[in-house]
């Protein structure tokens, strides 16, 4: 399976990063003898997927707009991605700093991209798209 970052581009490093925390993961949980470990390591698993997920979907919008300052759906994406941060659901799912978590991955973004922060953020909070 061939993985690409957030441009699309190959990540020739990403399968093996991925397959050493794995591998990295059962070697623990095969340490662990109570059932219970594991199944709490599994739901933090999922919880952290969903997390990286939305990290991802976040970066992805981020850089669309910052190619495409009219883009909807890269708006509407952030917008998405925003609200799900700073939800009772995101709080349930980890103890982050949702502010933090957002600030941090839009100055990523501006240093990525060159831009400042008010030609990549989008309207509303924190920010104005020009």
Known sequence: ?????SEHYPDPTAGEAIENVYRDQQEARRQKSPRTAGLRENWEDLANAVILQAVEEYRE?????????GD???RAMIRKTENF???RDFAC??????GRLLARLREESDEKTGCGP?????????????
């Open 85 to 87: 941060f700073l939800s």
């Open 93 to 98: 799912l980890t103890d982050l700093n949702a």
């Open 1 to 5: 399976m061939q993985y690409r970052n």
């Open 61 to 69: 919008a981020l850089a669309r707009l910052s190619r495409r300052p």
């Open 118 to 130: 008010e030609e990549t953020r989008p309207a509303g909070r924190g920010g104005n798209v020009k």
């Open 72 to 74: 909807r759906k890269a």
